[in-house]
């Protein structure tokens, strides 16, 4: 049986770019990594050019165009909701993307496909670096103070966050005994978040202090 054209190229250039992509979600710790989109941007090449071979004269993109479709149950395996809203929306659009890269080499889009992986690993860097600029000036934490119990517990600690010019939603209050812990979720520049957390450090009433 006689192989497609540069069937061999195609298959080594879809393990380069999904080991490029999957390096860099590797570093960042995320949940689809290095041997995930590898193997999502080979197994993409693999079935275009299977579909081409197969359907050829016929449908050759019958088979391939099932790849959009059963790429996103996997990404919807990597979305889960978090403490502050729902994460991994970011990395189900890598394996989306990858995905693509994977079918433009298969279908002979090689240039393309590299000049896309290109700007993907670019725009990565560039927005990261973005967000750490953004994140000085708008962070989102979530603090648990455990303090004795007094009437004005709760409120004193969101003075706290008014003094430090943080803006603040209450979440769970429990009282234990003495005790009682409340839970906050609040945004404000990393500057004032650092002055409240030493403050509330300082105060000799709080036991327990997570931050």
């Not at 192989?3 to 960042?28: D, H």
């Not at 290095?34 to 016929?58: D, P, W, Y």
């Not at 909701?81 to 002979?108: E, H, S």
Request: positive net charge; hydrophobic residues 45%; contains cysteine.
């Amino acid at each position: 049986m006689q192989l497609p054209p540069n069937i061999i190229e195609k298959l080594l250039l879809a393990i380069l770019i999904g080991g490029l992509i999957g390096a860099e979600r590797e570093y960042r710790s995320k949940s689809a990594g290095f041997r995930t989109l590898t193997l999502i941007c080979l197994g993409s090449a693999l079935f275009t050019v299977f579909s081409e071979s197969i359907g050829a004269g016929a449908n050759p993109d019958r088979i391939a165009s099932n790849i959009a479709t059963g790429i996103g149950f996997v990404g919807a395996g990597v979305i889960f909701k978090g403490d502050f809203g729902v994460n991994g929306i970011t990395t189900a659009a890598m394996i989306w993307v990858t995905a693509a890269l994977g079918m433009g080499i298969g279908a002979g889009y090689e240039l393309v496909s590299a000049i896309g992986c290109f700007m993907i690993l670019c725009m990565l860097y560039v927005f990261g670096l973005m967000e750490k600029w953004i994140d000085r000036f708008s962070q989102l934490r979530n603090y648990r103070i455990v303090s004795k119990f007094k009437e004005d517990t709760m409120s004193r600690f969101e003075k706290y966050f008014a003094d430090h010019h943080l803006k603040y939603k209450r979440g769970r209050e429990i009282k234990s005994d003495d005790t009682l812990s409340g839970e906050w979720f609040v945004r404000g520049t990393q500057k004032n978040h650092l002055a409240f957390i030493h403050q509330v450090l300082q105060d000799p009433e709080v036991s327990r202090f997570e931050y």
